[in-house]
């Protein structure tokens, strides 16, 4: 490979590394709704097994976050985790399938897994 195909290559990579922390950027800047989350969270029984700060049958939404930050792929991963209920371990020991919830908008999905990411 010659030398100035190897700089304009790193240049285009520079350039798309840009381009995607601007797209995170952008993401983050995305307002969490607040109330949306916790009327979701209270409707869907997710408060049964889960506070902001304590453990209870799942794991704190202040743990989850720790768990996930400067993670990128969190949002994309946690909606799956929800719409798709994989087997969990409750605290307990017991193991279950995860709770689904009833909504399907992908909206509000994403605003409760960004409220809780931003705990
Ligand atoms: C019956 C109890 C129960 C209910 C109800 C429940 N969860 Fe969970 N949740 C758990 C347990 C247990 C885990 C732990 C998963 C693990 O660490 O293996 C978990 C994990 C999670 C995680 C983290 C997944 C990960 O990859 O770390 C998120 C986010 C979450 N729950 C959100 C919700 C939301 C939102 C609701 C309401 C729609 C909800 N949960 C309802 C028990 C519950």
Not at 56 to 83: F, M, Q, R, W
Request: hydrophobic content about 40%.
């Amino acid at each position: 490979m010659s030398i100035t195909v190897a700089k304009r290559m790193a240049a285009a990579a520079a350039a798309i590394a840009m381009l995607m922390s601007f797209g995170a950027m952008a993401a983050d800047e995305q307002a969490v709704d607040e109330e949306a989350a916790m009327a979701l969270a209270r409707r869907e029984d997710c408060l049964k097994c889960h506070a902001v700060d304590k453990k209870k049958d799942g794991p704190s939404y202040k743990s989850i976050a720790t768990k996930y930050k400067n993670k990128p792929e969190a949002e994309e991963k946690l909606v799956k985790h929800l719409t798709t209920g994989p087997v969990v371990k409750t605290a307990a020991g017991d193991e279950d399938e995860h709770r689904i919830p009833k909504t399907k908008d992908e909206k509000e999905l994403r605003n409760i897994i960004r409220w809780i990411l931003s705990r």
